[in-house]
């Protein structure tokens, strides 16, 4: 009988998380998938936990777990809300997955964990054209915001690969 466990991602996690990225990144319209960069930013921020956590969803298996899914933690300070918010990022469940409840799960789990550590607001980003995505974050609770997303992209100097 299988088992679902949400709890931190490890290294073991990475090329399964990479995988779920590419899927994830196949449906946003900004994003192209590059698995090097995504493992790459994947293992710096299992290294740099201070800055953001990601959570995997495992299907357990017998002694067999395998990841289905992920949430991208990242913290950060607004002076809106005087401390520290998240940005949730890269919420995929593989798509045999999607339909069972695991996404709820995930995302209730970030929130509670949110809340222990004192984080005072979630905000995330959806395609705009994901309309399942959008429907089930207004389930979840999370309101459209007045704010509009503009990116620039700068050319780094030094690089998370190197």
Known sequence: ????????????????MADLLHELFTLESDFRPERAKQFAALR???????????????????????????????????????GPVLL???????????????????VEHVLGWAETEGLSRVTLLADRNNRAALAFYQRLGFEESAMVVR????????????
Do not use: C, Y
């Not at 290294?47 to 899914?69: C, I, K, M, T």
């Open 1 to 16: 009988m299988a088992t679902i466990s949400i709890g931190f991602a490890n290294a073991a996690d990475l090329d399964a």
């Open 44 to 82: 710096w921020l299992l290294d740099h936990p201070a800055h953001g956590r990601l959570f995997v969803v495992r299907d357990e298996v017998r002694d067999n777990a395998r990841v289905v899914g992920m949430a991208n933690a990242l913290i950060s300070v607004s002076t809106a809300e005087g």
């Open 88 to 106: 949730l990022e890269d919420l995929i469940l593989a798509a045999s997955q999607r339909g069972r409840g695991l996404g709820r799960r995930l």
């Open 151 to 162: 990116r620039k992209r700068v050319i780094a100097k030094t690089s998370m690969r190197g």
